[in-house]
């Protein structure tokens, strides 16, 4: 049995440092654009039934985190 040959990565990830403020401020756009508030956001996260694919990745993205 051979070994797979090592792949090199081609993708990069870019990491942004945000205050306080700007983490709030980014959440709530992610909230008005997908129309829900947080609070609508938590509900549909306690029962794992999400309106949309986007209200999934915002949960994810900020880690059930109230701002």
Do not use: C, H, N
Not at 10 to 35: F, N
Not at 44 to 61: I, P, Y
């Amino acid at each position: 049995m051979t070994a797979a040959p090592a792949r090199e990565s081609t993708s990069s990830v870019e990491l942004t440092e945000m205050s306080a403020a700007e983490w709030k401020a980014a959440v709530k756009r992610g909230l008005d654009r997908i129309g829900l508030t947080y609070d609508e956001l938590a509900d549909q996260a306690k029962t794992r039934d999400f309106s949309s694919v986007e209200a999934l990745k915002l949960w994810v993205a900020i880690g059930g985190k109230r701002p």
